[in-house]
């Protein structure tokens, strides 16, 4: 899409998902007229660090597109409620979309797609249409999407939602396989770690029958990512690190870790150039994409989402919803081992690629993390309702 309307005068049509997105929440709003909590605080939060950017940061259209990033958690943190109930009425939509990018990403070493390393220009700002890079010499397949990660996580998620409510073993491990394949294809090692990880947890759950033991243990191993995520990044303010790499596969493995070690994450956190900044942050936009396109000379990516939670909202509140999101996945017994699985899943793609990206710029994969941590009081509410409805029902 982006590729043929750049050449007509229909450019901005390139958003036009997006788009449709965010009016759909405000008539989500005025239809059903009640919100869950995560939603109420998720908001509360976000319209705070909207202000806190306006007053803060110099340009008002860089706290803007903070906020247009902001929009498929947002969408995510309303939609819980009708979305992870029920999540095998979307196994066909989730498989004609795993489909596509499967097939993009995996015909794309024998087809040369035209769009590859094109860009456009939208109110004067360059925008990639797909990204053409490589590493150590070896080409990172995108496939249809804009970044060969973008479409690694794309094929994680997919593939997690559809072995999580798939009842055919043979199409699970098919899929499953399939996923890792095209994961492969993108040379995008952190979702290929994550895709390693979440294929343990399958596997060990399937061994121990899912017992509370099992439930357990993976939930000490988030946490224990989790913690990596956060330590790690304070780490490089107080250690100066220099990781010397000679062999090649050394380098194909840990470069670009190293360079989050060296300085990604280091000049990240230096944004915060005051102490009272560390617990209010600089404001939505202060840092990732909303730099690229208006400060492009303090541009950093951050590669890590406890550090893009920290410039943006403070020390406190990042502290605070990664702990949230893992108290609602591993405390809530009202749902079934089904939906077990989907959700520890989806955060622990969250929190593990979270190490090595700041995940909130990525649509897909925080549009389901949204959901994830509103799922505890979704079904709640859900139940309610329904009870409610079948009272009504009744009196009639």
Same mark, same amino acid.
């Given at each position: 899409?982006?590729?043929?309307? *750049?050449? $007509?005068?229909?450019?901005?049509?390139i958003y036009l998902p997006k788009v449709l997105v965010t009016l759909t929440i405000p008539i989500m709003l005025s239809v059903h007229g009640r919100v869950n909590r995560g939603f109420v605080i998720g908001v509360?939060? &976000?319209?705070?660090?909207?202000?806190?950017?306006?007053?803060?940061?110099?340009?008002?259209?860089?706290?803007?597109?903070?906020?247009?990033?902001?929009?498929?958690?947002?969408?995510?943190?309303?939609?819980?409620?009708?979305?992870?109930?029920?999540?095998?009425?979307?196994?066909?939509?989730?498989? #004609?979309?795993?489909?596509?990018?499967?097939?993009?990403?995996?015909?794309?070493?024998?087809?040369?797609?035209?769009?590859?390393?094109?860009?456009?220009?939208?109110?004067?700002?360059?925008?990639?249409?797909?990204?053409?890079?490589?590493?150590?010499?070896?080409?990172?397949? *995108?496939?249809?999407? +804009?970044?060969?990660?973008?479409?690694?996580?794309?094929?994680?998620?997919?593939?997690?939602?559809?072995?999580? $409510?798939?009842?055919?073993?043979?199409?699970?491990?098919?899929?499953?396989?399939? *996923?890792?394949?095209?994961? $492969?294809?993108?040379?995008?090692?952190?979702?290929?770690?994550?895709?390693?990880?979440?294929?343990?947890? #399958?596997?060990?759950? *399937?061994?121990?029958?899912?017992?509370?033991?099992?439930?357990?243990?993976?939930?000490?191993?988030?946490?224990?990512?989790?913690?990596?995520?956060?330590?790690?990044?304070? +780490?490089?303010?107080?250690?100066?690190?220099?990781?010397?790499?000679?062999?090649?596969?050394?380098k194909l493995l840990f470069a670009s870790f190293g360079d989050r070690l060296e300085w990604m994450w280091p000049d990240s956190l230096k944004l915060l150039k005051e102490p009272w900044q560390w617990i209010v942050g600089i404001g939505l936009g202060g840092i990732g994409a909303p730099q690229q396109y208006?400060?492009?000379?303090?541009?950093?990516?951050?590669?890590?989402?406890?550090?893009?939670?920290? &410039?943006?909202?403070?020390?406190?509140?990042?502290?605070?919803?990664?702990?949230?999101?893992?108290?609602?996945? $591993?405390?809530?017994?009202?749902?079934?081992?089904?939906?077990?699985?989907? &959700?520890?899943?989806?955060?622990?793609?969250?929190?593990?690629?979270?190490? &090595?990206?700041?995940?909130?710029?990525?649509?897909?994969?925080?549009?389901?993390?949204?959901?994830?941590?509103?799922?505890?009081?979704?079904?709640?509410?859900?139940?309610?309702?329904?009870?409610?409805?079948?009272?009504?029902?009744?009196?009639?």
């Amino acid at each position: 899409m982006r590729y043929f309307l *750049a050449r $007509t005068d229909l450019t901005p049509l390139i958003y036009l998902p997006k788009v449709l997105v965010t009016l759909t929440i405000p008539i989500m709003l005025s239809v059903h007229g009640r919100v869950n909590r995560g939603f109420v605080i998720g908001v509360s939060i &976000v319209a705070l660090a909207f202000m806190w950017g306006v007053l803060n940061l110099s340009s008002i259209d860089q706290v803007l597109f903070g906020l247009w990033v902001l929009v498929p958690l947002i969408y995510g943190l309303l939609v819980a409620t009708f979305v992870l109930d029920n999540p095998s009425a979307y196994k066909r939509i989730f498989m #004609f979309l795993f489909a596509i990018t499967a097939l993009g990403v995996l015909l794309n070493p024998l087809l040369h797609y035209p769009w590859v390393g094109e860009t456009l220009d939208i109110g004067g700002v360059s925008v990639e249409v797909s990204r053409k890079w490589s590493t150590f010499g070896i080409d990172r397949y *995108a496939g249809f999407s +804009s970044a060969s990660f973008d479409a690694a996580s794309q094929l994680l998620v997919f593939a997690i939602w559809l072995v999580t $409510t798939l009842r055919s073993k043979l199409y699970k491990f098919l899929l499953w396989m399939v *996923a890792g394949a095209g994961i $492969t294809l993108t040379t995008s090692k952190g979702p290929l770690v994550t895709y390693l990880l979440i294929t343990l947890f #399958f596997i060990s759950g *399937a061994l121990y029958r899912y017992r509370k033991s099992w439930r357990q243990l993976w939930t000490i191993v988030l946490s224990a990512i989790a913690t990596m995520m956060m330590l790690l990044p304070l +780490s490089t303010l107080l250690v100066r690190y220099d990781l010397r790499i000679n062999s090649y596969t050394g380098k194909l493995l840990f470069a670009s870790f190293g360079d989050r070690l060296e300085w990604m994450w280091p000049d990240s956190l230096k944004l915060l150039k005051e102490p009272w900044q560390w617990i209010v942050g600089i404001g939505l936009g202060g840092i990732g994409a909303p730099q690229q396109y208006f400060d492009l000379t303090k541009y950093l990516a951050a590669d890590n989402l406890f550090v893009y939670l920290c &410039v943006d909202f403070g020390i406190l509140i990042a502290i605070m919803l990664i702990v949230a999101i893992i108290y609602v996945v $591993t405390k809530n017994t009202s749902y079934s081992t089904n939906q077990y699985q989907l &959700v520890f899943a989806i955060v622990l793609a969250t929190i593990s690629y979270g190490v &090595v990206s700041n995940v909130i710029e990525n649509p897909v994969l925080v549009l389901f993390a949204a959901m994830a941590l509103t799922v505890s009081r979704s079904r709640r509410m859900h139940l309610m309702n329904k009870h409610m409805h079948i009272h009504l029902d009744t009196n009639k």
